[in-house]
């Protein structure tokens, strides 16, 4: 009888960091998968269901029955946490010490967390917040995972947003123009294929990955190059927008903009942010190897069908 493969349980199955996990680790056909989702009936679930290798369990962090079967018999897990579904570092919290709690009794042997930088006392932040909300929580709960059992995994910016949320913004006259208030500074960038790339190989390497901090990083640019490259491919001008980080802190108060003005500004400011990225970007973290990311150039040239003004 052939031996069972190990069951690697993967978050956030249907979001972007977690969707990328499954279709590389679903490439190297070491590992069955079992994705999680809160709803399996999902036209994105019934994708993953379809896939080779790949289970579609439900499962919400709020209830931790649910969370036991999710993890049960599995030999890893890629946990991945959404602080805006509801923009409460209490909540977010809350459910990280719940599947903390259900990992330490199933006694799983290799954790990816995908977590964030210490924002706290280490830049000068704007408005009234004293840290990056949706990094801080994150940060704060890294001590409570074993370290002998987990990859710290850490994203930047996707090169994906530029194409979605980040992308560029039509003027009444029918101006383009790019606004990310990074000071003239460079941001770094990552696609979020490359993030799966990154996470499975941390799984397939657990000797070389556990107990560290690992990034997915595989570009750094200006916004103005940024703005310039989105122009080529996209074949209509965008004018780059640095505004101050103060000033776009009120650009959407009720969504967050003051938190994401601090993340931002921390890009900017937080040393320790940046030289860890550089490091990743450089190639290697310890005797960790990347797997090679895509510069924003070529991203953007194989992702051009998708530039939409």
Not at 59 to 74: N, P
Not at 163 to 192: C, D, F, Q, R, W
Request: aromatic residues 10%; charged residues 25%.
């Amino acid at each position: 009888m052939a031996e069972s493969k190990k069951i690697i349980t993967v978050f956030g199955a249907t979001g972007a960091q977690g969707g990328n996990v499954i279709r590389s680790l679903s490439r190297t056909s070491d590992f069955a998968i079992r994705a999680v989702t809160r709803n399996p009936d999902s036209q994105k679930a019934q994708a993953l269901a379809a896939m080779s290798g790949v289970t579609v369990v439900k499962a919400d962090l709020t209830d931790g029955a649910s969370l036991v079967g999710a993890l049960e018999g599995a030999y890893g897990v890629f946990l991945v946490t959404n602080y805006w579904a509801h923009m409460s570092e209490e909540q977010e919290k809350k459910e990280i010490k719940a599947v903390l709690d259900v990992i330490e009794s199933a006694q799983l042997e290799h954790i990816v967390w995908s977590t964030l930088d210490n924002t706290a006392g280490t830049y000068k932040p704007v408005g009234s917040l004293k840290h990056v909300p949706h990094f801080q929580c994150k940060y704060d709960m890294d001590a409570q995972f074993p370290k002998d059992k987990t990859t710290f995994f850490r994203a930047c910016a996707y090169m994906d947003n530029f194409v979605g949320m980040m992308a560029p913004n039509k003027s009444p006259e029918g101006k383009l123009s790019l606004t990310i208030p990074m000071g003239g500074k460079k941001i770094h960038l990552t696609s979020t294929e490359h993030i799966g790339n990154v996470v499975a190989k941390a799984f397939a390497e657990p000797e070389k990955s556990k107990g560290k901090v690992l990034v997915a990083c595989s570009d750094k640019v200006t916004v103005t190059e940024v703005a310039a490259m989105l122009t080529e491919y996209g074949g209509k001008h965008v004018e780059p927008v640095e505004p101050p980080t103060e000033m776009y802190a009120t650009f959407f108060p009720d969504q967050g903009s003051e938190d994401l003005a601090n993340m931002f500004q921390f890009y900017q400011d937080g040393q320790d942010y940046n030289a860890i990225r550089d490091e990743a970007l450089a190639g290697k973290t310890g005797d960790f190897v990347y797997p090679r990311g895509l510069p924003l150039r070529t991203w953007l040239c194989d992702n051009k069908d998708k530039i939409k003004y």
